[in-house]
């Protein structure tokens, strides 16, 4: 009962464009979650990121589990096109990546435009997020994949084109040097 109030609750994260603020803060979101739900919906919340661990955690959510192995193979992915346009090597044979993924990364390393590359990449995670949602609105799943919905947008409103530009500039040339420079 306590997930049909909080979703009835929500606004709805589809329509929103670039330049429009989002309806909720992850903070109000986390608030709201935090006075409704039982302990065990708000621990699997608080472990839930966009930057899944390497080596998978088990999850009672077929949602998160098909969220961070959809994601862990695009960041795999990812590091292996770029390891390839730089000529160094990187062993992912042991891992099965999806050609689609395989494209998608591809893409984005030839993007020339950081800025553009992390919106073209966004789009594919929401995509990907889109096929996971699921058919029931009030379900302990769907908190999950509104939550990774709201944290995708939030991520890509935060980003500085010119900031950007300056850090991508620094981490690119730190790695072709060899340095081991903090990305700030």
């Known amino acids: 009962m306590a997930e049909y109030y909080l979703i009835s609750q929500l606004p709805s994260l589809d329509g929103i464009s670039d330049?429009?603020?989002?309806?909720?803060?992850?903070?109000?979101?986390?608030?709201?979650?935090?006075?409704?739900?039982?302990?065990?919906?708000?621990?699997?919340?608080?472990?839930?990121?966009?930057?899944?661990?390497?080596?998978?955690?088990?999850?009672?959510?077929?949602?998160?589990?098909?969220?961070?192995?959809?994601?862990?193979?695009?960041?795999?992915a990812l590091a292996k096109a770029r390891?390839?346009?730089?000529?160094?090597?990187?062993?992912?044979?042991?891992?099965?990546?999806?050609?689609?993924?395989?494209k998608v990364a591809n893409n984005a390393v030839e993007t020339e435009n950081p800025l553009e590359a992390e919106k073209f990449l966004t789009e594919y995670r929401l995509k990907f997020l889109?096929?996971?949602?699921?058919?029931?609105?009030?379900?302990?799943?769907?908190?999950?994949?509104?939550?990774?919905?709201?944290?995708?947008l939030q991520r890509i409103k935060q980003f500085d084109a010119e900031i950007g530009e300056v850090r991508y500039k620094n981490i690119y040339n730190s790695i072709l040097n060899g340095d081991n420079l903090e990305a700030m």
Do not use: H
């Not at 390891?83 to 395989?102: G, H, R, Y």
């Open 19 to 76: 330049n429009m603020p989002l309806p909720i803060t992850e903070e109000r979101f986390m608030q709201l979650c935090n006075n409704l739900l039982k302990d065990r919906i708000k621990s699997q919340l608080n472990n839930l990121t966009l930057t899944p661990p390497l080596i998978p955690e088990k999850s009672t959510s077929a949602l998160i589990l098909a969220w961070n192995e959809g994601e862990r193979s695009l960041r795999l």
């Open 83 to 102: 390891a390839e346009k730089m000529k160094k090597t990187f062993d992912s044979d042991k891992e099965f990546l999806p050609v689609e993924v395989i």
């Open 130 to 152: 889109e096929g996971l949602r699921p058919m029931d609105s009030f379900c302990e799943d769907f908190i999950y994949y509104y939550y990774l919905k709201l944290k995708l």
